[in-house]
């Protein structure tokens, strides 16, 4: 069993709309939870994180966490075509860090 | 914003030949990571350093890879001799310290093995 787990998309939503990408991870120890956004031959830049559970705003973008059923999200509102990028999830057990795979997102104009 | 900086950015080379790569991270930061990632797949760990020692190089393969932090601060990795299935993008990252703490990565360096 991995990690980390996310759809690979892609995910395509119109201009405007939420976006919403899912994770969910393993082992409940995980501690900290991060969410980065990768642009094709970028390098992985940092969105959110989150450490306890509930949400988390900043801007348009809302990070949930559910230790309890292991379930991590991140929603996207109003979404904009720079928005389209690919979406990593990570966290972070015992001062290592796991990733998925990661979610494409395309946001049509 | 202070940054992670990497370099080269772009490396071709040829199999058996030999690569370095040279991250510098963002002064204080501590703890110091080197990934791969492979295309649409997630960054995968090759080694991370806590000041100037390795804390995890278990999916390093050591027959080929190096990596050192002499003076904890830079870093380089180096791959000899290269092959083909190295050609990926070699990220370094770095955080503050505490588990707790966000990864910071460089620009990437893209590696391409003929």
């Known amino acids: 069993q991995k990690e980390v787990e996310q759809n690979s998309g892609p995910l395509s939503v119109p201009e405007g709309a939420i976006a919403s990408l899912n994770c969910t991870y393993s082992?409940?120890?995980?501690?900290?939870f991060f969410w980065y956004r990768q642009y094709s031959g970028k390098s992985p830049e940092l969105i959110m994180f989150i450490y306890s559970n509930g949400d988390k705003e900043d801007g348009r973008f809302t990070a949930q966490l559910n230790k309890a059923s292991q379930y991590v999200s991140l929603l996207i509102r109003d979404s904009q075509p720079s928005d389209s990028a690919t979406y990593l999830c990570?966290?972070?057990?015992?001062?290592?860090?796991?990733f998925g795979t990661g979610t494409s997102l395309t946001v049509i104009p | 914003e202070a940054e992670v900086a990497q370099s080269p950015r772009y490396k071709i080379t040829e199999k058996s030949q030999a690569v370095a790569f040279w991250c510098d991270p963002i002064s204080g930061h501590a703890t110091l990571y080197w990934y791969r990632q492979i295309l649409g797949q997630g960054p995968e760990l090759l080694v991370q350093f806590q000041d100037e020692s390795v804390v995890d190089d278990s999916q390093l393969p050591k027959d080929r890879f190096s990596a050192e932090r002499l003076k904890g601060v830079d870093s380089t990795l180096k791959i000899q001799p290269a092959e083909l299935g190295d050609s990926a993008m070699y990220l370094c990252?770095?955080?503050?310290?505490?588990?707790?703490?966000?990864?910071?990565f460089g620009n990437g360096t893209r590696l391409t093995v003929t």
């Open positions: 082992d409940r120890g995980s501690q900290s």
């Open positions: 990570a966290v972070n057990r015992g001062n290592q860090f796991y």
């Open positions: 990252a770095s955080s503050v310290g505490p588990a707790d703490s966000p990864l910071h």
